[in-house]
């Protein structure tokens, strides 16, 4: 059974590695000239350690077993994935179809299907999206595929 | 006398037409978003930060003010009508104000909120205006082991008063100051942990990082713990305003509430939360002069807490405009909107911009006259909104943020980057996991680390310097104490009680 205190502990170690490693890399410098890796080194150390002290007391602590909650992979799956699709169709094929396609990945990560309602949905939003944020405030972003 | 000037200039500017209109729309539109299920100040304000890039600087801070005055309103509205509080400080006001609402009181409960929150915020706004002189002039005493000492006490604090484990909210605090390190090195032009993307050079942006942790990974969150997805039963308004005997049943707790959470506000990390359950103890330990039991519906228990979240959101202030320093994640995105405006917050913009920081000031107060006398009468349609389904809703939120992300550099790959964030955001939410301290800790970074190089510099090395003078060392004894009172077993204790709440 993974104790939610043990992995709590290995995460920050292994982020604190990770940045450690890469400041190592650069200028590190003396305190008095402090060279751009000498500060994230410092804090690497700190997180690092904070991070070894909650693993020790997680492992010695036979009494502490809090379990890691259950994670909700799909639902995790479905929006970064809609957010994404947003993210790479904004540009090339503007605010409308990117908001369709926001809104029609995401309404999986939900139960109940009505096509006709998400429909009528993302059509509602990419309009007052389209009206408050690109005519009304100026935003620079595509409402439409642009064309060549 | 010279604050009644200050008032008079900052009045002058608040009470432009052009400026009540603003803080208006921003109570406005604070409200329609801060008043759905899940949606706290942070997120709304991240989401609606777009709105402000156009208007001028004075314009763009009283909306942002109104935004959050709206977003808090909003959240005890949801807390009194469904029991769903939005954000930790409304928690308190779902106890009593709920029962209020199932007595078929519901207006009564809305209208106690408003008034001692208005309250609140008049006495606040005159304190800020007392205290914010002086303050400065002590801030300009300060020298780069002065500051360093500050944001590091002031790290601390916050994680003393979050109510997570406290190892791992500094932990978290770290996390954050370490994820600031991405980026230029402005000292010496060096990338850091860039790996040659030039769009990192500038690090990463507050808001992408805001609005995927409270944004996306919230509703990952909520979508795993409400599989209904259906809006909720409300119950009706029928009388807003109340009689004489429950006006005078709220004035005392509202003034003890007010001075509760105007001193909590000015710390680190305190804020509305804190100043809440704190009020909400007190009254519960005050003579009991008849009406309703705590718990059942008292009035005191909406009164108290709700006036000092109030007084709270208002002081937290303070630290910002007077040293230049967030004392809590709401005001770290403050800063990053006064930059916008190239406004560098700390003691200088007293002076640099009077009519500015004046303006802000006042406008304050015209906020919170706002949500009284224009959004109280619209509570109706903010009701109405709590019955849209939650199915509706989260794709509209989603929309919402991916455009703010989008609006920071009308590029989308701070949109890939709020993906990734959003999924590191989950798995640490889901290990239950404070996410303030860490962008507290964000925020804050780069300060603390150009302030240790400046002071370390001019030292030549000299570790002592950081302990030289007699303002850092004051500073580390507050510090030290708090974090000593804090492992004491009794105060423990009652974090664990709030933790559990």
């Known amino acids: 059974m993974l104790k939610r205190e043990s992995l709590v502990g290995t995460i920050f170690v292994v982020i604190a590695a990770f940045f450690a490693f890469h400041a190592l890399q650069l200028q590190v410098g003396t305190v008095g000239r402090m060279g751009p890796g000498y500060f994230p080194l410092v804090i690497a150390a700190v997180v690092g ?10 492992l010695l602590d036979a009494s502490a077993t809090t379990v890691v909650k259950k994670i909700n992979w799909s639902g995790l799956l479905i929006i970064t994935a809609s957010v994404l699709a947003f993210a790479a169709l904004v540009i090339p094929a503007g605010l409308f179809v990117a908001t369709i ?7 999986l990560a939900s139960p109940g299907r009505n ?9 509602v939003l990419s309009t007052a999206a389209a009206l408050i944020f690109v005519k009304g405030i100026g935003m620079q972003m595509p409402l439409l595929p642009s064309l060549g | 006398m010279d604050i009644l000037a200050n008032i008079q200039l900052g009045l002058a500017t608040a009470l432009q037409p052009q400026n009540l209109l603003y803080a208006f729309i921003g109570c406005f539109m604070g409200t329609l978003i801060g008043v759905l299920p899940g949606l706290g100040p942070l997120a709304t304000i991240s989401m609606l930060l777009p709105l402000t890039y156009a208007l001028d600087p004075a314009a763009a801070l009283i909306m942002l003010a109104g935004i959050y005055y709206g ?8 807390a009194i009508m469904v029991n769903l509080p939005g954000e930790s400080s409304s928690v308190v006001t779902a106890i009593d104000g709920y029962q209020l609402a199932r007595k078929g009181k519901a207006g009564t409960a809305l209208a106690t909120a408003a008034l001692s929150s208005f309250l609140a915020g008049t006495i606040a706004t005159i304190f800020i205006a007392v205290m914010a002189k002086p303050l400065a002039d002590v801030a300009f005493k300060f020298g780069p082991s002065e500051y360093f000492a500050l944001m590091l006490v002031g790290l601390i604090l916050a994680t003393v008063l979050s109510n997570a484990r406290l190892i791992e909210s500094i932990g978290m605090v770290f996390l954050g100051v370490l994820v600031s ?7 010496s032009g060096d990338e850091r942990f860039t790996f040659g993307v030039t769009a990192l050079f500038d690090g990463f942006d507050f808001v992408v990082i805001a609005m995927a942790i409270f944004g996306f990974a919230e509703i990952v969150k909520n979508l795993q713990e409400s599989e209904d997805g259906k809006g909720t039963a409300t119950p009706r308004i029928t009388r807003l305003m109340p009689t004489l005997s429950e006006l005078k049943a709220m004035v005392g707790p509202a003034l003890r509430g007010t001075a509760l959470g105007s001193l909590l506000g000015v710390l680190p990390g305190g804020g509305a939360a804190i ?21 059942k519906g008292a009035l005191a228990g909406i009164a108290g807490p709700e006036a000092a979240n109030n007084a709270a959101a208002q002081t937290s202030f303070i630290p910002l405009l007077t040293l230049g320093m967030p004392s809590n994640a709401v005001m770290a995105l403050m800063v990053g909107a006064m930059m916008i405006h190239d406004i560098q917050p700390g003691p200088r913009v007293m002076t640099a911009d009077p009519a500015l920081f004046w303006g802000l000031i006042a406008s304050m107060w015209a906020g919170n006259l706002m949500l009284v006398v224009l959004n109280l009468p619209l509570v109706g349609v903010w009701v109405k909104l709590l019955s849209v389904p939650y199915k509706l809703l989260y794709p509209s939120i989603m929309l919402l943020c991916c455009i703010g992300v989008y ?11 709020a993906a990734f964030f959003c999924v ?6 889901s290990l239950d996991l404070p996410a303030p301290p860490l962008l507290l800790g964000f925020v804050l970074g780069p300060m603390l680390e150009e302030n240790l190089r400046r002071a370390l510099l001019i030292s030549r090395g000299d570790v002592s310097v950081l302990f030289a003078s007699n303002i850092s060392i004051a500073l580390y004894l507050v510090g030290a104490i708090a974090v000593l009172l804090m492992v004491a077993p009794s105060i423990r204790r009652k974090r664990e009680i709030i933790a559990e709440d």
């Open chain 2, 407 to 417: 609006s920071l550099k009308n590029d989308s790959f701070e949109i890939y980057l």
């Open chain 2, 275 to 295: 100043a809440s359950f704190a009020s909400y103890s007190l009254e519960k330990k005050m003579p009991n002069k008849g009406g309703e039991e705590f718990g």
């Open chain 1, 101 to 107: 396609m926001l809104v029609f990945i995401s309404d």
């Open chain 2, 181 to 187: 390190t991405v980026g230029i090195d402005v000292n």
């Open chain 2, 71 to 78: 977003a808090q309103y909003g959240g005890s509205t949801t």
């Open chain 1, 49 to 58: 350690g904070i991070g070894a002290v909650i693993l020790a007391m997680s």
């Open chain 1, 115 to 123: 096509w006709l309602r998400t429909l009528i949905l993302a059509l």
């Open chain 2, 424 to 429: 590191a955001g989950y798995l640490l939410i």
